[in-house]
């Protein structure tokens, strides 16, 4: 009887084996939706950003996702036994962080690569309403962080009270599905303006004061080298977050609506 028995645990076995595995492959009508809107994110945020008069129309998320760039270089500050003194935005040349002490081998490429991780993250959440949420709130501790270090700073702090303002009215219609979508496209940004953000200050205009220029300085090699390193991570946290999002979120758009219901419910 025990070899029959294992003779069909085995048969069983290679029988779900195929359809498991189709399964994890496969991608469901919602997420291909997705995939379509982040696809239509990408051609929309490439435009914007070059073309003249309309490119303002991004500003308000610039400012956002340059807000994750220095937040990636005070949290990383901070883990490592540094002080953050401040957080600052600038309208035209993006973003400073007021540090001392930390292990400048991480916070220096953690503006970059933090804004990378928390865009992917949020293109992660994005395939799915209740994950949608659950960043949101976890964005909004990184807000008050930022609030924090930023206090002095009224751009970044108006900048953070309207991203936390679109959040929350995007709780409130249709169960938090306005969230999802707003996650989402929050995440594409974050993810591709890390990207851009190395092409354009090592690439395009070779900025020596750039994070990489002074991780360069300190542990040679050269910053162009250093750029091309970090978008290739970047771009390889982005395709890991999208696979991810695949495989663990398979409900239906409906399905989605109905578990957003009982998690934080909302009229």
């Known amino acids: 009887m025990a070899p029959s028995y ?10 779900a084996g195929p359809h498991l595995m189709k399964r994890d492959l496969s991608v469901t009508h919602a997420q291909a939706v997705t995939l379509g809107v982040m696809g239509a994110y990408v051609v929309v945020i490439a435009l914007l950003w070059n073309l003249p008069y ?32 401040s957080i600052s935005l600038d309208p035209h040349e993006g973003g400073v962080t007021h540090m001392s002490g930390g292990i400048s081998a ?9 804004s990378s991780i928390i865009g992917s993250l949020l293109i992660f959440a994005g395939f799915d309403i209740v994950a949608s949420k659950v960043a949101s709130i976890v964005l909004g501790v990184c807000f008050l962080l930022t609030l924090w270090w ?29 969230l999802k979508w707003v996650v989402l496209f929050i995440g594409v940004m974050s993810a591709l303006y890390s990207v851009w953000d190395i092409c354009d200050d090592l690439i395009l205009r070779k900025v020596n004061t750039s994070d ?5 300085k300190r542990y ?40 957003s219901q009982h998690f934080i419910p909302t009229r």
């Open 220 to 259: 040679g090699g050269s910053s162009q080298c250093w750029g091309v390193l970090w978008s290739f991570i970047s771009l390889a946290f982005i395709a890991i977050a999208i696979v991810a999002a695949i495989a663990a979120f398979r409900e239906s758009f409906s399905q989605q609506e109905k578990d």
């Open 150 to 178: 930023a206090r002095k700073d009224w751009l970044t702090i108006v900048t953070i009270l309207l991203a936390v303002g679109l959040l929350v009215a995007c709780w409130f219609i249709a169960h938090g599905q306005a």
């Open 54 to 85: 309309v490119r303002w129309s991004l500003w308000p998320f610039k400012m956002l996702v340059i807000a994750f760039h220095e937040f990636g270089h005070a949290i990383t500050a901070c883990c490592t036994g540094g002080r953050v003194k």
């Open 212 to 216: 990489a220029s002074q991780f360069a």
């Open 6 to 15: 294992m003779l069909l645990d085995q048969r069983s076995y290679h029988s």
């Open 106 to 114: 991480v916070t220096l490429p953690a503006g970059y690569l933090g």
